[in-house]
């Protein structure tokens, strides 16, 4: 199995752009995870799916960014529009029965 | 707020010493904990977990501690190698059903030959 593929490896944009991260969860995972990885706060929930519905976004920082999950194997992570403080490593995280498995992220820098 | 703490951003530690990771979380409702390793442009990987049941659980070179009564897990590395080194998180979640995990800070663990 391939593991947990997600894309870009690294973003550089400017303030003010959109920006779409993409992940595809290992086949036959039932549950998706966004996370955040930052130096202050380590890695943040930021939202997860079941079965390619949102169960949970309570850690989406702010109304710019948003997730969905249009069918089993493919999410984006957007952020619309961008802000520096938005740099960070963006994990996806695909789960079957408790067990995680994590993609190796997208570096996101915004200028 | 942080409800899993890693006070510690790094230790450094010589090879064939022990390494002693730390970690304290404040929600009594967490019964299940893990300890998770990523090496440098990589995703986290498992490394070894606990029930709140137990307070003990190794693993080869790896033993993670658990005290209730106090809110804090450790993670004890014996004896430390240089391929070790790596960053480490401490998360927590409640129950173990779906892999919904709380995670800390991290630590950077430098081992030196």
């Known amino acids: 199995d391939a593991g947990v593929i997600q894309s870009p490896r690294h973003e550089v944009t400017e303030m003010g752009q959109e920006v779409t991260l993409r992940c595809k969860p290992i086949?036959?995972?039932?549950?998706l995870f966004w996370y955040r990885q930052t130096m202050m706060r380590g890695l943040e929930l930021l939202i997860y799916f079941n079965n390619n519905v949102p169960i949970d976004d309570s850690g989406m920082p702010e109304d710019r960014f948003s997730a969905k999950m249009p069918n089993a194997s493919f999410s984006t992570l957007k952020i619309q529009p961008s802000e520096p403080r938005d740099s960070a490593v963006y994990f996806c995280?695909?789960?079957?029965?408790?067990?995680?498995?994590f993609g190796e992220g997208s570096r996101l820098t915004v200028l | 707020d942080q409800q899993v703490k890693q006070n510690s951003p790094s230790l450094s530690v010589q090879e064939g010493r022990i390494s002693i990771l730390n970690c304290d979380y404040t929600n009594s409702m967490f019964d299940y904990f893990l300890w998770y390793k990523k090496y440098p442009a990589e995703g986290p990987t498992f490394l070894i977990s606990i029930s709140s049941i137990k307070d003990k659980n190794e693993d080869g070179r790896f033993t993670v501690f658990l005290n209730k009564s106090a809110k804090h897990l450790s993670l004890h590395i014996v004896p430390s190698q240089p391929g070790d080194s790596a960053v480490y998180f401490c998360?927590?979640?409640?129950?173990?059903?779906?892999?919904?995990?709380?995670f800390g800070q991290g630590t950077i663990l430098t081992v030196h030959p």
């Open positions: 995280a695909s789960s079957y029965r408790g067990e995680l498995f």
């Open positions: 086949s036959g995972h039932d549950y």
């Open positions: 998360a927590a979640s409640r129950g173990t059903s779906y892999g919904k995990l709380t």
